[in-house]
Every structure is written in structure tokens, then in C-alpha cells.
């Protein structure tokens, strides 16, 4: 069983950045795939990174070059930086979490995640 709380989100203006982390509590964090997921209002839960056990870090194609996922396996956490922020980047932003038995295995659908944070809302004025 894992917990997931996700924070920093907040109110920031367009252009702007926010650093989101998700801090997990349970056993063996470095078993786990994570990723971050996104929701807007009348939208989709959208992926918009993925990191592996081992680190490797995977983005949706509209998410490349904004974002940045790492993960501390000594602190259970991972974080999403979000620059040049956008508002259509207003939404939710939830972590999750999957039992991974390879290293370099990271999951696109939010289906395949077991675990999930209560979320984070970001807010993009213009």
C-alpha cells in the first residue's frame, strides 16, 4: 500500500513556474513507476509525465520542453517542474503510482496505475 500527497500547487501568473512534489509514505518506494496526471475542468485525466524505477523520465508529446519529472527515492518523492506556465495549464495535477518489476518500465495510461494522491490545483491567471 502507498499514500501519495501531492503539494505546491497554487495561483501563479502566466509565464510564470511552479514545482509540484508528491510525497509518498509505505514500503519500497524505488518499486514503484510514478507519474503525473492532469485534469481541467469538463476534460480528460491526461498523462503529462512518467518516471521509472530507474529514473528515466517519459513525457506526453504536448508536454515536452515545460516540463520536468524526477524522483528522490531517498525522500519517496518526485517532482513536477512546470515552466513558462500557460493558462491552459489550469488543472488538478494528481501523482500516481505502479508496481514496476523492470527498471526502465514506465506506464502512458492512467489506467495502469495503481495508487493516486487526492491532487493539486494549479491555477494560470492571464
Known amino acids: 500500500q502507498v499514500q501519495l500527497v501531492e503539494s505546491g500547487g497554487g495561483l501563479v501568473q502566466a509565464g510564470g513556474s511552479l514545482s509540484l512534489s508528491c510525497a509518498a509514505s509505505?514500503?519500497?518506494?524505488?518499486?514503484?513507476?510514478m507519474g503525473w496526471f492532469r485534469q481541467a475542468p469538463g476534460k480528460e485525466r491526461e498523462l503529462v509525465a512518467a518516471?521509472?524505477?530507474?529514473?528515466?523520465?517519459n513525457y506526453a508529446d504536448s508536454m515536452k520542453g515545460r516540463f520536468t519529472i524526477s524522483r528522490d527515492n531517498a525522500k519517496n518523492s518526485i517532482y513536477l517542474q512546470i515552466n513558462s506556465l500557460d493558462p491552459e495549464d489550469t488543472a488538478v495535477y494528481y501523482c500516481?503510482?505502479?508496481?514496476?518489476?523492470?527498471?526502465?518500465?514506465?506506464?502512458?495510461?492512467?489506467?495502469?496505475?495503481?495508487?493516486w494522491g487526492q491532487g493539486t490545483q494549479v491555477t494560470v491567471s492571464s
Open positions: 500516481a503510482a505502479k508496481q514496476a518489476m523492470y527498471g526502465d518500465t514506465w506506464y502512458r495510461n492512467s489506467n495502469s496505475y495503481d495508487y
Open positions: 509505505g514500503r519500497s518506494f524505488s518499486n514503484y513507476a
Open positions: 518516471v521509472s524505477r530507474s529514473g528515466s523520465a
